[in-house]
C-alpha cells in the first residue's frame, strides 16, 4: 500500500534531504576514523540542509505562537534532558562543567539546540505574516545579508578564518537564511506541479560544479590566511549550493515515488528511519564518538555507527514516550 506517501504535502525528497542531513552531520564527526579525515567532511552542509528542512516543514504555522513554540521546546528539549541525564549518570560529564542552567537549558552541549530554539522565534512571526513568494523571498534575504555585511565589516574578526565556526554568533546568519530557503521552497511546492519536474543533467551538472567550489574554497580559506578577509564569500557560495541542491531534490520527487512503488519500499524505510531520528542521532554521537574511536577501518566505523543507531533509538523511544504523556 503506497497511499501513505501520496498525502498532501507530503514529499519524499524532504525525507531524503533529513536523512542525508544526519548522514552528512555525523560522517563530519568521524576524524579518526577513516584513513584520511578528508572523507570526515562536511558538517556545516548538513547543518544547513537541516535548517533548510526546518523551514520547509514549519511554514506557515496555525496556532498562537505560545502553542507553536511550546511544541518546538517540547520536542527539542525532552531528549536534550533526557539523554543529558543519562550521560551524567555515566559520568561521561560534570554539571560543573558547564552550569545547570547552560547544561540543561541554554546553550547546552549541542550547538544545534541553541541555535534553532533561538531561531525558531523569527522563523514564526516571519513564516505566519510573509508569504515567502519569489520577490519577498530575495527582499527578507538581501536585507539579512545586508545586515551581515554591516555587522561583519564593523565588528566581525576576520583577520582568520572562522566564519563556519557553529558556535560563533555569525554562523546564525547561515542558519536562518537557510530556513528562509526552506520557506521559500514551501511556497514553490505549493504553486507548482512539484510531479511534473524533471531533474535535467545539467543542474546535476551545476549542482555538483558548487560542490567542489564550497569544498575548493573553504580549504583555500583555511589555507592562506591572506585571503581571510574575504571569507564571507565562502557563505555566499554555500547558500547559493544550497538552493540549487534543494531544487534539485525537489525535481526527483518524481523519480522517488516511481521507485518506492516498483520495489524500493525497504530502501525508503531505511531513509524513513534515519530521518526520522536525526535529532536523536545528532544527540546521542558526541560521546560515542569520544570513546569508541578503536580498532582498524572498518570495524571502528561498524562499532561507531551501530552504536549511535542503537541509542538513537533508545533515546528516541524514551523520549516519544514522556512526549506522549505531555500532550501539548
Not at 584513513?35 to 547543518?47: E, F, K, Q, R
Not at 522565534?121 to 505574516?129: E, G
Not at 567550489?213 to 571569507?231: C, G, H, N, R, W
Request: positive net charge; charged residues 10%; proline residues 3%.
Amino acid at each position: 500500500n503506497n497511499q501513505p506517501i501520496m498525502e498532501k504535502q507530503f514529499f519524499l525528497f524532504i525525507v531524503v534531504i533529513r536523512a542525508l542531513a544526519a548522514v552528512v552531520i555525523t560522517n563530519s564527526h568521524y576524524t579518526g576514523v577513516y584513513p584520511t579525515d578528508l572523507i570526515a567532511n562536511g558538517g556545516l552542509l548538513g547543518d544547513v540542509l537541516f535548517f533548510a528542512v526546518s523551514g520547509y516543514c514549519l511554514a506557515k504555522p496555525q496556532n498562537s505562537f505560545g502553542k507553536w513554540y511550546a511544541r518546538r521546546f517540547i520536542r527539542i528539549y525532552i531528549p536534550v534532558w533526557v539523554i543529558t541525564a543519562i550521560y551524567l549518570s555515566i559520568g561521561a560529564y560534570t554539571i560543573s562543567e558547564l552550569g545547570w542552567i547552560k547544561t540543561f537549558v541554554w546553550p547546552t552541549h549541542w550547538h544545534f539546540v541553541a541555535s534553532i530554539i533561538l531561531l525558531y522565534i523569527p522563523l514564526y512571526f516571519i513564516s505566519k505574516h510573509i508569504e515567502m513568494n519569489t520577490r519577498n523571498y530575495i527582499i527578507t534575504a538581501a536585507l539579512l545579508l545586508v545586515l551581515q555585511v554591516v555587522l561583519y565589516v564593523t565588528v566581525y574578526d576576520h583577520s582568520y578564518y572562522h566564519i563556519d565556526n557553529v558556535r560563533q554568533p555569525m554562523i546564525e546568519f547561515v542558519f536562518f537564511q537557510s530556513m528562509l530557503m526552506g520557506l521559500h521552497y514551501r511556497w514553490r511546492c505549493h504553486h507548482q506541479d512539484v510531479m511534473a519536474l524533471k531533474c535535467k543533467s545539467s543542474v546535476v551538472i551545476i549542482t555538483l560544479i558548487l560542490a567542489c567550489i564550497y569544498f575548493a574554497s573553504k580549504m583555500l580559506f583555511v589555507k592562506y590566511e591572506s585571503i581571510a578577509d574575504y571569507q564571507l564569500v565562502n557563505q555566499v557560495i554555500l547558500l547559493t549550493f544550497l538552493y540549487v541542491l534543494f531544487g534539485m531534490f525537489m525535481s526527483l520527487e518524481n523519480k522517488l515515488r516511481k521507485f518506492h512503488m516498483v520495489g524500493y519500499a525497504k530502501f525508503y524505510i531505511v531513509i524513513k528511519f534515519i530521518s526520522d531520528r536525526t535529532l536523536e542521532i545528532y544527540l546521542v554521537q558526541y560521546v560515542i564518538l569520544g570513546n569508541l574511536k578503536i580498532g582498524p577501518f572498518p570495524l571502528n566505523w561498524l562499532l561507531l555507527t551501530s552504536t549511535i543507531l542503537v541509542a538513537a533509538i533508545i533515546l528516541r523511544g524514551i523520549s516519544q514516550f514522556i512526549i506522549a504523556k505531555i500532550r501539548i
